[in-house]
């Protein structure tokens, strides 16, 4: 079964840009989270999708967004990006009723 | 109080030695926990989960649950070079269905 999969994997932009990221979860898996990873905070929690709707929540601004399809695809988006917030942004996938979470490869971005 | 905490590391063992692993959580209610190991510049990858009190073994990865000390840990033995890699536990939240992560600690194995 193919895993999480992320695109891009690599991104640069310039400050005030914004960027979608997206992530198509592993077949059958419903849920889809969303993490920021960065070297001082560790993995923070962005948000959680579940049959296109936003279940959780983390502590991130409104600059922060996302989305999720009916084939449970999801993006996130970041608006006004601002230096802070270059980090690798992990997705992750789990099962309807299960805890055990996925992860994709991350999307690494970095803002100049 | 952090909602689970880990020592940062790093943790040296030499090859062929028992690393052990500890995370503490704070909420009482919590009845799932995870352990992933992530390697430098890859994702975090699940590789152990533990549901009930005491030991589970799969392996070389043993996890230990205590849920009266709130008190989680992941022994690894005859570790390898190949295990050095940051180890984030992970819990659930008993009040929402999400997953709290530490901080994870960094395990050096030394050929």
């Known amino acids: 079964k193919a895993g999480v999969t992320q695109t891009p994997r690599y991104l640069i932009k310039t400050r005030g840009q914004q960027v979608t990221l997206s992530c198509s979860p592993i077949?059958?898996?419903?849920?889809v989270s969303w993490y920021q990873q960065t070297p001082g905070q560790g993995l923070q929690f962005l948000f959680e999708?579940?049959?296109?709707?936003?279940?959780n929540k983390g502590n991130f601004p409104g600059r922060f967004s996302g989305r999720q399809f009916s084939n449970s695809r999801s993006e996130m988006n970041v608006s006004t990006l601002e230096l802070g917030d270059s980090a690798l942004y992990l997705c992750?996938?789990?099962?309807?009723?299960?805890?055990?979470?996925?992860f994709g490869p991350g999307t690494r971005l970095t803002v100049t | 109080q952090k909602e689970v905490e880990q020592n940062s590391g790093p943790l040296s063992v030499p090859e062929g030695a028992i690393a052990s692993l500890n995370c503490t959580y704070s909420?009482?209610?919590?009845?799932?926990f995870f352990w992933y190991r992530q390697y430098s510049g890859k994702s975090p990858e699940l590789i152990m989960s533990?549901?009930?009190?005491g030991d589970k073994e799969d392996g070389r990865f043993t996890a230990q649950l205590n849920k009266a000390s709130q008190y989680v840990s992941l022994l690894i033995r005859d570790s390898q070079p190949s295990d050095s890699a940051t180890y984030l536990c992970?819990?659930?939240?008993?009040?929402?269905?999400?997953?709290?992560f530490g901080t994870g600690t960094r395990l050096a194995v030394r050929p």
């Open positions: 992750a996938s789990s099962r309807q009723g299960r805890y055990e979470q996925y």
């Open positions: 077949s059958g898996h419903r849920s």
């Open positions: 999708y579940f049959s296109e709707t936003q279940r």
């Open positions: 909420d009482r209610g919590s009845q799932s």
């Open positions: 533990i549901y009930s009190n």
């Open positions: 992970a819990v659930e939240k008993s009040s929402g269905d999400k997953l709290t």
